[in-house]
T-cell receptor
């Protein structure tokens, strides 16, 4: 197992374009989280899945953002009509839901720059 | 809503010395978990240490230890014998003890520099 994988590592896009990021969690982890991290800030929660079900969405997740996790494996995060304020690092994390397992494993993130 | 505050945006420490990073949190819950994560430059965030609120004993992981003061809602991280590889952003995080149904809440982080 190679950990949580995120692609692409970097994305530069023009304002108004759509972008999609992918996250492959650790295979036995049934929880998957998306966070956004802007410069000088801690990660902010966006949404999370348990298996294929999206259980919670933050108010930060505007209607331009959509996340999916088909079949409970990898997940995608799409941003439509990107704005400069969307520039950030998008982090994915996964975890098990078992007693005694409390930590997340993070991916390396996708850095989005909107120009 | 729970909040996590890290009041030190930047800290520095001499190699081989000890440094303490501060974290306070606000919650009305009695069952929760606290974490310190390390984020090296351009690298992924990794878990350094975790503490269950119901445990009175402070967690320790090699050179890393915490001072958990539940009544004061304080959770500081002590790094002993600091090494150059300890240079990173450190984030304090909180999670409710509701069987993992709520996500981690992070502080804004402390940037630690290690001086050779």
């Amino acid at each position: 197992d190679t950990g949580v994988s995120q692609n692409p590592r970097h994305k530069i896009t023009k304002r108004g374009q759509n972008v999609t990021f992918r996250c492959d969690p650790i295979s036995e982890h049934n929880r998957l989280y998306w966070y956004r991290q802007t410069l000088g800030q801690g990660p902010e929660f966006l949404t999370y899945f348990q298996n294929e079900a999206q259980l919670e969405k933050s108010r930060l997740l505007s209607d331009r953002f959509s996340a999916e996790r088909p079949k409970g494996s990898f997940s995608t995060l799409e941003i439509q009509r990107t704005e400069q304020g969307d520039s950030a690092m998008y982090l994915c994390a996964s975890s098990k839901v078992t007693v005694g397992s409390y930590g997340y494993t993070f991916g390396s993130g996708t850095r989005l720059t909107v120009v | 809503a729970q909040t996590v505050t890290q009041s030190q945006p930047e800290m520095s420490v001499q190699e081989a010395e000890t440094v303490t990073l501060s974290c306070t949190y606000d919650t009305s819950e009695s069952d929760y978990y606290l974490f310190w994560y390390k984020q090296p430059p351009s690298r992924q965030m990794i878990l350094v240490i975790r503490q269950e609120a119901y445990k009175q004993q402070n967690a320790t992981e090699n050179r890393f230890s915490v001072n958990f003061q539940k009544a004061a809602k304080s959770f500081s991280l002590k790094i002993s014998d600091s090494q150059l590889g300890d240079a990173a952003m450190y984030f304090c995080a909180y999670r409710s003890g509701d069987s993992g149904n709520t996500p981690l809440v992070f502080g804004k982080g402390t940037r630690l520099s290690v001086i050779a």
